[in-house]
Each structure stands twice: as structure tokens, then as C-alpha cells.
């Protein structure tokens, strides 16, 4: 090809199908990149949202492709340069979606900031028993929001027979206030461990993506009944649909079982507080779904839509993305139909203090840390080595007592041993075990996946004692 030939507006944007070729521009460049659509990490209808046109637009929304790997690998399908008149106005390349996101707490450690994710230090994660709002982990998957709590309804789709409803917050706060502490954990919590093993796709968390509040709102049993929902004989799912949304209109959505959410005992909340306040924007102000038990992506934020369908939702995020594979699964080979969507989680653990690479005083040594597993399932034990998981001493489990079949928030734990004498490094290790007797998995190769989800193996921290 010769890249140096010059393309107008017009002709790029008649370029938008296989047969024709798929052309996209940045900058002053010209792509072709068709061969690439099917390979795309995003997946191919949300690059095909550009084909014909500038990505600037859209790239403002996924900061993901702020990467040189990421040019680089576009500077291959380059055909030539945009005719100088045709460049995208630089307010639009610089149109900016998260404009309108909201400030956040200087503590947090970013992990992306378009959109924002982010978690608390391990020195403030188990401070406090429940999280403090401002430095609760956020992962957004596009911009935040901006509702209006006097403008806002909830769209409940009513069953046959039924009535749909359409609720305002003071609608819904006539439902029974229902108020429970409930751990969130996002899947990927962890993934920079399995990154060490083998390169992920996905955000680098490290152990924070993982906090504990008080949550307030209506019962989602009782919202279900009002619009004539009623467990059914056959499968059925209920879908959640935020009011965060693509380019396309395209908005954030996940499921759960109908099962579950028409039992009270599950505790399911349309939520409006968080630790006696409203929601904060960042976790989905005025209303979001709280699943006691289940992965945070199924706590569905700026929740506008609820209804009960035959099948799973249709949602990326339920049916691409949030499955777990073999470690043998690569992107050539994965299919996501033949995994089910997360929704429990397994029992995980992990040391707040001592932080990694920090250097000790000999003499005595507090660990610190927290513990939770999913399905409601009571952590029981958590156990902690100095020696590399050699041998091993029982933890002190304080925080909030769990109740059976509903422990919905995490244990903290720490434990005060002597520093063996003579020691001149220790390797901290931590497993807990949950009421079922489920344990952790003592390394994280054998459950690598691709996505990067469900890390929970032993966690470890490596420390100097000053002699
Ligand atoms: C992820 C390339 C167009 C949305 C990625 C990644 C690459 C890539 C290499 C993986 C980055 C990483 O994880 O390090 C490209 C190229 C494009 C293109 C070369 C154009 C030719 C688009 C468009 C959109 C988009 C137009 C949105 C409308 C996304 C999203 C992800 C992603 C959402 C993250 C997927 C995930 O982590 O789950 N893209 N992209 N991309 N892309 Fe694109
Ligand atoms: N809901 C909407 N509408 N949009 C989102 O991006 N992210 C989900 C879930 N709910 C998300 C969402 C994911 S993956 C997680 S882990 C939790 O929200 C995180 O909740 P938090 O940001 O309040 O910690």
C-alpha cells in the first residue's frame, strides 16, 4: 500500500462493510481495517460503531486505547492520510464524556480513569470494618450519569396479568425499608496476580476491589410482587438495566435468577442508601441493585429497568465478558456460551498489613487482613504462615458476627505472633475457609484464566525484618 495517498472525507466514510472494506481515520491518518474487526478485544460491533469515520470520538470514551501497544498495532492497517480540510474538529476530538464525572477521593489508587476505576490502599481497605463511601472501590464501565432523583423512575416491566410500574424514589421508599451489610466484590479483584503468571486482558486490580457497606432500600421481592411477578415453574431471569450507556445507546445490564430474587431469605435490595446516605454517584445514585453474595457486576448502578425474562440478559457484560475458563482457553479458542455467568463467588482472603516489600522490626509482628466467600457462605477460619505456608496459626476474626447461610459481609482478621528469632525475611501467607469447607487454592497458575477473573489464590506478602 502506499501510504502516502491522500483520501477524502467522503470516500473513507463509504467504507463501512467487508465487502467494501472497513476504513476508520485518526488524526490525519487513513485505516483499512477490515482483517481486524473479528479480532477486536472490544469486540467487532463496538469498533464497527466507527467504520467510515474518525475514532477520536470513541476512543474519548474507552481510555483502553490510550496505549502505545494499541497504536501501534493500528499503525499496521494504515492506508494513507486524511486530505488536511477533512480532519475531525478538535471539538469533537476533544469532546470529553466523563467531563460530567464526579470528583473522587485522593486516596484512591486509579486504576483507569476513563472510565474510573479504582480501589482503596490496603492501609485504609481494612481500617474500618465498613468501607467509607468516599474511598469505596468504583469500577464504572462508562461515563457516570447525572440523574435528576425528582425526574427519576424505575421501570419495572409487569407480568402478565400484571401491571408495569413506574416508580419515583418516594415510590419507592414506601416499599419496607430493608437495610443489610453486604460485601461487594468485583471478579477481577486480584487480577495483577494472575497477570504475573500470564498477560489478562482486563483492569490491573490489586487486592482492593473489594469493600463493605450498609445498604438500604426495597426489597427487590417486593417490588416483583407489586407488578404480579411469582416464582416460576420454568427458568426465568431477572434483568437489570442501568442508565449508563455506549455511544449507541447501548446501556450496562446483567442478570440473576428469578429464583433468587423473589426470595425474601436472599435479601435482594433496590438500593438508595449507602451507609445513611443517599448513593453517591459513583455507586449508582439515586438507585442500584444489591446481590447479596453474588459478583459486583451484577449489582446493577443508576438502575432504570428491571424485567423478568425467559433467558439470561443479552448484556455483554452477562454473556462476553465475566465467565471463567480452563487455563488451556485462549481468545482463538474461547467460547463463552459454554461457561455459565458468575454469579456466587469463591472464598477469598488477602493481607492488608504488613504491606509487600515493607521492612519489619524483629520482635513481634501484627497481620491484618479480610475474608469473605460468596452464596452467603460464613468464613469459619483464616489461617496464617509465616514460612511460606510451612506451617501455620488461626487468625482472630473480628468485625460484625455472620449469620448462617446469610453472611453477606466480609470477616476482617489479624493475628499477633512473635518474629521467629533469627528471621531475616518472612513470607506472610493467608487462606481462609468458608462454612461449606471451601478453602483457596494455594497458587494461581492452576486457575489462571484469560479474562483474569475469580484470583483467589493464597495471598501473600513478602517482608525484611531489621535485625
Ligand atoms: C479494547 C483496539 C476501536 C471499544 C481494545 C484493545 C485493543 C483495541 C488493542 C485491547 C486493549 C488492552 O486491553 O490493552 C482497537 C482498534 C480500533 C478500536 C485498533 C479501531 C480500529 C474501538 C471502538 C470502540 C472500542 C470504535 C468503541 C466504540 C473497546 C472497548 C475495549 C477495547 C470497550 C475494552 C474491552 C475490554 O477490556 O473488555 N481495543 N479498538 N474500540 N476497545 Fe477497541
Ligand atoms: N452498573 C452499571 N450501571 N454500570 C457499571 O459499569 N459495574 C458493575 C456493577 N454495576 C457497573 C454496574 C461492576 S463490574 C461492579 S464490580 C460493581 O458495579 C462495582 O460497584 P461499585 O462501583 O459501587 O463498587
Known amino acids: 500500500q502506499d501510504s502516502t495517498r491522500v483520501y477524502t472525507k467522503e470516500e473513507v466514510s463509504s467504507h463501512t462493510s467487508p465487502e467494501t472494506g472497513i ?11 477490515t482483517e481486524f474487526v473479528d479480532l477486536h478485544p472490544g469486540g467487532p460491533s463496538k469498533l464497527m460503531l466507527a467504520a467510515g469515520g474518525p475514532l477520536e470520538p470513541f476512543w474519548a470514551l474507552y481510555g483502553v486505547h490510550n496505549q ?4 501501534e498495532l493500528l499503525a499496521q492497517y494504515k492506508i494513507g492520510e486524511l486530505n ?8 469533537l476530538e476533544t469532546s470529553d464524556p466523563y467531563a460530567d464525572d464526579p470528583v473522587r477521593h ?12 479504582a480501589e482503596p490502599p ?8 465498613i468501607t467509607p463511601n468516599p474511598i ?12 435528576d432523583p425528582d425526574t427519576y423512575r424505575l421501570h419495572v416491566v409487569g407480568a402478565p396479568g400484571g401491571q408495569s410500574l413506574s416508580l419515583s424514589l418516594d415510590d419507592l421508599y414506601k416499599f419496607p425499608k430493608h437495610e443489610i451489610t453486604v460485601t461487594l466484590q468485583c471478579a477481577g479483584n486480584r487480577r495483577s496476580e494472575m497477570t504475573q503468571v500470564k498477560e489478562v486482558k482486563g483492569l490491573e486490580w490489586k487486592i482492593g ?16 410482587a407489586q407488578a404480579g411477578h411469582q416464582l416460576r415453574e420454568t427458568e426465568a431471569h431477572v434483568c437489570f438495566e442501568g442508565l449508563d450507556s455506549d455511544p449507541t445507546g447501548t446501556a450496562y445490564g446483567a442478570s440473576i435468577p428469578l429464583a433468587r430474587a423473589m426470595d425474601p431469605e436472599a435479601e435482594v435490595l433496590l438500593a438508595y442508601e449507602m451507609n445513611g446516605q443517599p448513593l ?13 453474595g453474588v459478583v459486583g457486576a451484577r449489582h446493577v448502578k443508576w438502575l432504570g429497568r428491571v424485567s423478568v425474562e425467559p433467558e439470561e440478559s443479552c448484556s455483554h457484560w452477562q454473556r462476553r465478558d465475566y465467565k471463567g475458563f480452563s487455563p488451556s482457553v485462549d481468545w482463538d479458542t474461547v467460547d463463552f456460551d459454554s461457561a455459565p455467568s458468575i454469579q456466587e463467588l469463591p472464598v477469598q482472603s488477602a493481607i492488608t498489613e504488613p504491606r509487600d516489600g515493607e521492612t519489619i522490626e524483629s520482635g513481634e509482628v501484627t497481620v491484618k487482613g479480610y475474608a469473605w466467600s460468596g452464596g452467603g457462605r460464613a468464613v469459619i477460619r483464616v489461617d496464617v504462615s509465616l514460612d511460606g505456608g510451612l506451617t501455620w496459626q488461626a487468625a482472630e476474626l473480628c468485625g460484625e458476627g455472620q449469620r448462617p447461610r446469610k453472611a453477606w459481609a466480609w470477616r476482617l482478621w489479624q493475628l499477633q505472633v512473635p518474629v521467629p528469632p533469627g528471621q531475616k525475611e518472612l513470607n506472610i501467607v493467608c487462606k481462609a475457609v468458608d462454612d461449606s469447607y471451601n478453602v483457596q487454592p494455594d497458587t494461581v497458575a492452576p486457575i489462571w484464566n484469560l479474562r483474569g477473573v475469580l484470583s483467589n489464590a493464597w495471598h501473600h506478602v513478602h517482608v525484611r525484618v531489621t535485625p
Open 23 to 33: 476504513w476508520v481515520t485518526l488524526g490525519s491518518e487513513v485505516f483499512d481495517v
Open 68 to 71: 502505545s501497544h494499541v497504536r
Open 84 to 91: 488536511p480540510e477533512d480532519k475531525v474538529p478538535p471539538a
Open 106 to 117: 485522593p486516596a484512591l489508587q486509579v486504576n483507569s480513569q476513563r472510565p474510573f476505576n
Open 122 to 129: 490496603p492501609e485504609l481497605l481494612t481500617e474500618n470494618y
Open 136 to 147: 469505596f472501590f468504583t469500577r464504572n464501565h462508562l461515563p457516570v450519569p447525572n440523574l
Open 209 to 224: 476491589a473489594i469493600s463493605t457497606a450498609r445498604w438500604a432500600g426495597a426489597r427487590l421481592c417486593d417490588v416483583l
Open 280 to 292: 453517591p454517584r459513583d455507586h449508582g445514585f439515586p438507585v442500584r441493585v444489591v446481590v447479596p
